[in-house]
């Protein structure tokens, strides 16, 4: 996993927190989490990001329906399951990611 758990970085890591973090920026926001994302928690993590961004007004947060922590589409969301998911992602989540970022940043 992370490597030794009584490392400084491991430390650092689990008690980080980015709510400070994310609640200064200013610009816009999309954060995704799978369904099936047996990592992080999606309903936790995505209130956790919208909480954090409430004063953004351009902040996204999405949960995409089968789709595991490798942002690809699964059936279990297992880690064991990654080896045998050929996709890197999923294409629909790389049109949703490709669609918000043209739909913000490129003219038209």
């Known amino acids: ?13 689990a008690n980080y927190n980015p709510a400070p973090v994310l609640a200064r920026i200013a610009v816009p926001v999309l954060a995704l989490n799978g369904s099936l994302d ?5 309903a936790q993590n995505l209130a956790a990001f919208q909480a954090a961004l409430k004063d953004n007004p351009d902040a996204t947060t999405i949960e995409l329906p089968g789709i595991n922590h490798m942002l690809q589409t699964a059936t279990t969301g297992g880690r064991g399951e990654y080896r045998d998911i050929e996709e890197t992602i999923a294409p ?6 490709s669609g918000w ?4 940043f490129v003219e038209r």
């Open 101 to 104: 970022i043209v739909e913000r």
């Open 1 to 13: 996993l992370l490597g030794n758990w009584a490392s400084p970085r491991v430390w650092y890591l």
């Open 38 to 42: 047996l990592q992080v928690a999606p």
């Open 92 to 97: 629909a989540v790389l049109d949703l990611i």
